[in-house]
C-alpha cells in the first residue's frame, strides 16, 4: 500500500511539473514573446543612451556659448576702455588688379619653351646627358648579367 501511495504521489507531481512547464505555448510563439523582451529591453538602452547624449551634448554647447559671450564681452570692454580709439569702418575699396608682365618680344618662343624643356641641370640637352649616361655604365651591366648567367641564376 505504501508503494502505490508513493508512485501515485510521483506521478501527480511529474504530472504537474509537465502541465505548467510548457505553459501551452508553440515553439513559435515562445521565440516571438523572447524576442519583443530583447527589443523591448533594447529599445529602452538606446533610449537612455540618446538621453544621456543629448544631455551631454547641451552641456558642452552651453560651456562654448558661455566662453564665447565672455570673449565677446571681454573683447567690447578692451575696445571701450581705449582712449581715442575710433571705430573704423570696413568697406569695400575696390578690387585691385596687379600688372601684367611685359609681353616678349615676338620671336621663337616655341623653340625658347622647347629648349627650356629639353635642357637637363647641367644645361645640357637631355640628349647629350642620355648619351653620356649610356657610354659609361653598360660595360658593367653586362658583366653582372654574364656572371649571373654563368651561375644558372636570373632570367
Known sequence: MNKKLILAGAAAVVGFFALTAFDGKTLEQQKAEIAQMVTAKLDAYRSELTADCDARVEAEAQTRYAAV?????????????????????????????????????????????????????????????????MQGQPAKQDEQKAKGRMQGGGK
Open 69 to 133: 559671450v565672455a570673449a565677446r564681452e571681454e573683447e567690447a570692454a578692451k575696445a571701450a576702455t581705449k582712449p581715442g580709439a575710433k571705430p573704423t569702418k570696413k568697406g569695400t575699396k575696390g578690387t585691385t588688379a596687379k600688372p601684367l608682365p611685359p609681353a616678349k618680344a615676338p620671336g621663337k618662343p616655341a623653340e625658347d619653351a622647347a629648349k627650356g624643356r629639353m635642357q637637363g641641370e647641367s644645361g645640357k640637352t637631355n640628349e647629350d646627358a642620355a648619351k653620356t649616361r
